[in-house]
Nanobody, 115 residues
Framework: QVQLVDAGGGSVQSGGSLTLSCTAS????????VRWYRQAPGKQREYVAS???????DYGAFVKGRFAISMTYDRTTTYLHMNSLETDDTAVYTC?????????WGQGAQVTVSS
């Protein structure tokens, strides 16, 4: 019943910032965990960050303090705030939500970081 829509992708120069959003519709109260993943051409999908509906946060090792994940109180939107972006951050970023009845995925947002 839950659907996710990713938005906010774009192009930015190295050192810049970008914020992605993951907006949910459906039975919002069923969402208890939202993750962000990314995948670049020729690479496997990589874990970026996660947040629970109680506010617990976790980040992939490569983030090194550069990104911040947040969720609105009503659980409709999860943000990924990305700072100090590097060319290696170029990828398609996709949110994934865990619900009591299964997982759902957003459509993905392209992030391109140029030197």
């Amino acid at each position: 019943q839950v659907q996710l829509v990713d938005a906010g992708g774009g192009s930015v120069q190295s050192g810049g910032s970008l914020t992605l959003s993951c907006t949910a519709s459906g039975v919002i109260s069923d969402i208890y965990l939202v993750r962000w993943y990314r995948q670049a051409p020729g690479k496997q999908r990589e874990y970026v960050a996660s947040i629970t509906n109680t506010g617990d946060k976790d980040y992939g090792a490569f983030v090194k303090g550069r990104f911040a994940i947040s969720m609105t109180y009503d659980r409709t939107t999860t943000y990924l705030h990305m700072n100090s972006l590097e060319t290696d951050d170029t990828a398609v970023y996709t949110c994934n939500g865990d619900t009591r009845t299964g997982g759902v995925w957003g459509q993905g947002a392209q992030v391109t970081v140029s030197s």
